[in-house]
């Protein structure tokens, strides 16, 4: 089943925050977060497991709540090269390499 | 991280062709996934390839329609067979890449338009 995302676009001006959600009815074993520009192949960001952690590298992170199913990436500080499709992709089951990608966040920043 | 070369990167067909894409890559992979994306969509997995067997398709999707083929660990094509103009789409292949967390890396990907 699809996970859901939320919002389905934002518009920002460089240097604003932004939170993207995920959610899914299914217990997850893990959370994929990847982004893809236009005309281009999406590209990972990061993966949560099972077990609530959080994790980041500059100033875009994610968090996973185990209990309620959702993940949540947030992106700080924004910048211009931050524009892009933003997916979440969710697996149920650990080890069956079976993504299924939510329907995508439009993340737009403006000078 | 791993590479993986795509080919072709688009194309435009006759209804009624078949068109294979083919995905190499630089390092020996378990299993190699196809995608499609169809235009403003998300992706949506074909079919998931291991060497040595026959693909497994999802919901869907049928063999006799995209045939796969993964003759050795680090190749693997995807045929889309007697098109139509509703599978004018971006098609992308993708591997578990141990080098990044496990995450996966994908292809260039091909856009195929259907005629």
């Known amino acids: 089943q699809q996970p859901v995302q939320s919002p389905q676009a934002v518009i920002l001006r460089e240097g604003e925050d932004a939170v993207i959600n995920c959610s899914s009815s299914?217990?997850?074993?893990?959370v994929h977060w990847y982004r893809q520009k236009h005309g281009e192949a999406p590209v990972f960001l990061m993966i949560?497991?099972?077990?609530?952690e959080q994790k980041g590298h500059d100033k875009i992170s994610a968090s996973f709540n185990e209990k309620k199913q959702q993940s949540s990436l947030y992106l700080t500080a924004s910048q211009l090269s931050y524009s892009g499709t933003y997916f979440c992709?969710?697996?149920?089951?650990?080890?069956?390499?079976?993504?299924?990608f939510g329907q995508g966040t439009r993340l737009t920043i403006n000078p | 991280s791993a590479v993986i070369s795509q080919k072709p990167s688009r194309d435009i067909c006759q209804r009624g062709t078949s068109l294979t894409i083919q995905c190499q890559v630089d390092?020996?992979?378990?299993?190699m996934f196809w995608y499609r994306q169809q235009p403003g969509q998300s992706l949506t997995l074909i079919a998931t390839?291991?060497?040595?067997?026959?693909?497994?398709?999802e919901s869907g999707f049928v063999i006799d329609k995209f045939p796969i083929s993964r003759p050795n660990l680090t190749f693997s094509t995807l045929t889309v067979s007697n098109m139509s103009p509703e599978d004018s789409s971006i098609y992308l292949c993708?591997?578990?890449?141990?080098?990044?967390?496990?995450?996966?890396?994908f292809g260039s990907g091909t856009r195929l338009t259907v005629v």
């Open positions: 993708s591997v578990l890449d141990r080098d990044t967390s496990y995450g996966y890396t």
């Open positions: 299914k217990a997850l074993y893990s």
């Open positions: 949560l497991l099972k077990g609530g």
């Open positions: 992709g969710t697996e149920a089951i650990q080890g069956a390499q079976k993504l299924v």
């Open positions: 390092s020996q992979v378990t299993m």
């Open positions: 390839a291991n060497q040595g067997s026959e693909a497994t398709y």
